[in-house]
C-alpha cells in the first residue's frame, strides 16, 4: 500500500535490517528513496563484513516478527519455508536463569530462530523485487548538508573501479535522511561539525565477549528440545545458548562477562561449554561435527544516544536502529526495536501532516519504543560492574532484575512477565506490575538440578 506523497528524494544510510525496513517504508511516501551501502551484497544468505556480529546468535521475537510481517506481509512463511524454526516459549526451550530452570509450560510467546544472514536476504530480496527503492553498494556517507534549520542532503563516495579506494564526495539532495549505520554510525561527528553539538551518551559495558561455532545436529538427536539458554550467575560468570538454524545445523555461542578471552578454536570451545552452570548444552555438541571455526565479538555494551535530548538536532534528521541506541546482544533484541521503529515511522508519516512532524513525533515513540528494552538489558548487565558507583536507582534496577531472574524459575506470573518484556509485547512497565514486585520480593528459587519436561 502507498500512501500519500510527503517529499520528493528520500536517503536511508545503511542497508542492514534497520535500513531495509526504513526504506521500505520511505518508499511508500517519497518520490524517490536511494539506499547507501558501505558493502557490495552477497549474492546468497551469508556473512558480510558490514554486519560483523551477523554470524552470531540472533531471534526475532514475537513483537519484531509481527512489525516485520506488517511490513513485509508473507514474510514469515517465507523465512519459515527457507529454514527458520518456530520456537515457543517456554515450552520448546530450556532456559536456566540465575534462579533455576524455569518451567516449560504452553505459554503466548514464540519467536523465529535462523541465522542473521539469512533474515537479512529474506528481507532484501523482498526490497529488491517492489522496485521501488535504488540500492546505491560499495558507496558510504562522509557528512551531512544542513541549512536553515533542516536537512538538505548528505555527501556521498563511492569506492574506485580497482575496489582499493574511494572516489570524491559527491552530494545527494534529500527532503530527509535516516541514519541506519549502526553502532559505529559517525552521526555525533556530522553534527558537532555542522554546529549541533553531539548527543550525550550513556554506556553501561559488562566488557561481555562472545564465541560461537556452529554444528552439524546429530540425525538421532531428540532431547524433546528446540533451543537452549543458560544464564550466568556471579559464581559462574558465563552463559550460553544454542538455537536451531536452517539447513539442519545448530549455533552455539557463549557469552564470557567481564573480559575473559574468547577460545580460540574447537577444542578450546567445547572446554569452554563445558564449564557452564548444565552439561546440556555441551553434551549436546559432545558428537557433533564442527561446520565452522570459532568466531569471536566483543562490541557488546549498552549505548543510548540520546539524540532525543539534544536542545538542537536538524529537521528531516532520523536516527534509526543501532544508530540512536543499541543492547548487550545478549538479550536478542535489537532486531526487533529496530523493526518496530521503523513500523512506527510508517505510522508517523501516515498519521502527520507534515515530514517536519512525522520526524518529531517518530522521535518520541522511538525512545518509547527503546527504553524498556534498555532498562531490561541494562538492568540484567548492572551486577557485573563491581564496586563502582552507582546512582541508588540504577542499583535498585540491578537487584530488582537480578531477583527476579531467580523469582521467574518457580513463579509463572513472573516468567511471563519476563517473557513479555523480552518479547516486547505488554507494557514497558511490565516487569514491576503489583503481583510481579510482591513475587520479586517474597524472593525464591527454582530446581536448578535437573531440566523440566514440558508440560
Known sequence: MTGRRMGERAIVLGGGIAGLCAAHVLSRFFGEVTLVERDRYPDGPVWRRGVPHGGHAHNLFQSGLAALERLFPGVERELVAQGMRRVRMPEDVLLLTPGGWMPRFRG???MLAGSRA????VVRTRLEQAGRVRVREAAEATGLCAED???????VRERNAENDGWGEPARMPADLVVDATGRHSRAPKWLERLGYGTPEEIVIDSRTVYATCVFERPELHDGGWESVLIQATGDSPQAGILIPLENGRWLVSLALVGGRPAPADVEEFRAAAATLRS???SDAVKGAEPLTPVSSYGVTENRWRRFDAMPRLPRRFVPLGDSAGYLNPSYSQGISVAVRTALALETALREERSIDEAVASLR????EIFEPAWKMSVGSDLRWLGPMKLPLRSRLLGWYMQRLLEVAARDRRTALALL???HMTGP???????LVAFAVLRGGRGDDLV????R
Open 451 to 454: 531440566p523440566p519436561a514440558r
Open 279 to 281: 552439561p546440556v548444552i
Open 149 to 155: 534549520g533542516r536537512m538538505t542532503g548528505v555527501l
Open 364 to 367: 518520541r515513540k522511538a525512545a
Open 428 to 434: 514497558g512497565a511490565a516487569l514491576f506490575r503489583p
Open 108 to 110: 503466548r510467546h514464540m
Open 420 to 422: 513479555d518484556a523480552l
Open 118 to 121: 539469512l533474515l537479512d536476504q
